[in-house]
């Protein structure tokens, strides 16, 4: 299947602070990424959903200004979780669709984010 | 918004039995998708099933959608160890796709 990474996996950082996430679709292009929060043994959340060159939809109940999400290319997403707070800590996923809403979405491994 | 409910939550089952799991939805969808994660790790596609279809497989997952109940299976046969991990189906609408709530399948040796 095709692949999409994520990065980083893991990052620590302190309250205040700005965090930023890459999403690369490596061998397709993707028109569509999603940006996904878990909570530990949850399912996962629908964060916002972003088409290449148009700003993101964001859920209802997803702060816009704190979760920033920038589509700027077909193969790069980037969610910028900005003054970072402890009850931001929670593991991200991307997922990146290549075609239209008959075909499956990849995932990347996912981001542990730790706000000390 | 969460649309896909798994049933059940946990599933604990031997080596060689067969798991099944549901989920319902409540809207209309394009298509229903199921995934598997293994503990803290990225999700794995499994399977797709279009709204105009009614059963899928593929090697030992077996997939069933019935739109008038909205509601999917998944069925994995003869499980193994290896099928330990969190189940979820996912439903796709023109513009998004939400999760269900999973089932944590515990397949014993």
């Given at each position: 299947g095709a692949v999409v990474s994520q990065h980083p996996?893991?990052?620590?950082?302190k309250s205040g602070t700005s965090v930023k996430i890459?999403?690369?679709s490596l061998d397709f292009q993707a028109?569509?990424?999603?940006w996904y929060?878990?909570?530990p043994k949850k399912s996962l959340m629908l964060m916002a959903t972003s088409n290449e060159g148009s700003k993101a939809t964001y859920e209802q109940g997803v702060e816009k200004d704190k979760f920033l999400i920038n589509h700027a290319s077909l193969t790069l997403s980037t969610l910028t979780v900005t003054s970072a707070h402890p009850e931001d800590s929670s593991f991200y996923i991307c997922s990146a669709r290549g075609g239209a809403v008959d075909t499956e979405a990849f995932f990347g491994q996912g981001t542990r984010l730790t706000v000390v | 918004s969460q649309q896909g409910e798994e049933d059940p939550q946990a599933l604990s089952i031997q080596e060689g039995e067969n798991a099944t799991m549901n989920c319902s939805y409540k809207t209309s969808i394009n298509n229903l998708q199921w995934y598997r994660q293994n503990s803290g790790r990225g999700l794995v596609h499994l399977i797709l099933i279009r709204s105009n279809e009614r059963e899928k497989h593929s090697g030992?997952?077996?997939v069933t959608l019935d739109?008038?109940?909205k509601s999917s299976s998944l069925l994995i046969t003869a499980s193994r160890a290896a099928d330990t991990a969190s189940y979820f189906c996912a439903t796709a609408g023109y513009s998004t796709l939400t999760f269900g709530k999973g089932t944590m399948l515990l397949v014993s040796p």
């Open positions: 996996s893991r990052v620590i950082c890459e999403c690369r028109t569509t990424m999603f929060r878990q909570f | 030992r997952l077996r739109t008038s109940k």
